[in-house]
Nanobody
Framework: DVQLVESGGGSVQAGGSLGLSCATI????????MGWFRQPPGKGRDGVAT???????TYADSVKGRFTISTDNAPNTWHLQMNTLTPEDTAIYYC?????????????????????WGQGTQVTVS
């Protein structure tokens, strides 16, 4: 089984930047789709960004131009760089991975992730 371990997050003033990382432990299916989600206080969880094995990315309209999802040379590690943060970005952020989306409509924001989730990390913008 795959496990996801998130790191990063914290508190920042409006206009600042933060970075999140998500590392996998275990074997990852080659058809992976990785997503970042967030859950603001008192609200539901929404998709923020996705990236697939081919490097194709999608973003929620609310973060386009400010957030960047990426992978790096470290195997099976993903990042979410968040710039120009506003108080509306305050939320618990989760990463998730799903290897079945290629058969269920594709890797995109709004897709239902049925795979593995990280533990969540708090981001607070004041």
């Amino acid at each position: 089984d795959v496990q996801l371990v998130e790191s990063g997050g914290g508190s920042v003033q409006a206009g600042g930047s933060l970075g999140l990382s998500c590392a996998t432990i275990g074997n990852l299916d080659s058809n992976w789709c990785m997503g970042w989600f967030r859950q603001p206080p008192g609200k539901g969880r929404d998709g923020v960004a996705t990236i697939d094995k081919d490097g194709k990315t999608t973003y929620a309209d609310s973060v386009k131009g400010r957030f960047t999802i990426s992978t790096d040379n470290a195997p099976n590690t993903w990042h979410l760089q968040m710039n120009t943060l506003t108080p509306e970005d305050t939320a618990i952020y989760y990463c998730a991975v799903d290897s079945s989306l290629i058969l269920r409509g594709g890797c995109r924001v709004g897709a239902e992730f049925l795979g593995t989730w990280g533990q969540g990390t708090q981001v607070t913008v004041s």
